[in-house]
């Protein structure tokens, strides 16, 4: 059973960076395109950067520039690289596959940008 955990959250201040971490239970980092995925309160979930089989990145406008995704093809891990971070990045962020697979999802991390 595939399992992706998330981690490297927490409370940053505006400005500030963090980097997320999520290690995958089997090769599927390698296998599939991978996203990072975030849900701000009472908002829906949305795609914010991908890095497809081959190593190509997009992201979403409100992080271009700021955040950068990167594999660990060896570790099975796919990583978020947050700088310059915003109040309006704060939310719980996941990874999965892009498109995602329903049973992929994790418990999330919590990223709170705040002064």
């Known amino acids: 059973q595939v399992q992706l955990v998330e981690s490297g959250g927490g409370l940053v201040q505006p400005g500030g960076s963090l980097r997320l971490s999520c290690a995958a239970s089997?090769?599927?980092?390698?296998?599939?395109?991978m996203g990072w995925y975030r849900q701000a309160p009472g908002k829906q979930r949305d795609l914010v950067a991908r890095i497809s089989r081959g190593g190509t990145t997009t992201y979403a406008d409100s992080v271009k520039g700021r955040f950068a995704i990167s594999r660990d093809s060896a570790k099975n891990t796919v990583y978020l690289q947050m700088n310059s971070l915003k109040p309006e990045d704060t939310a719980v962020y996941y990874c999965n596959t892009e498109p995602v697979k329903g049973a992929y999802w994790g418990q999330g991390t919590q990223v709170t940008v705040s002064s």
């Open positions: 089997g090769s599927i980092v390698v296998m599939y395109a």
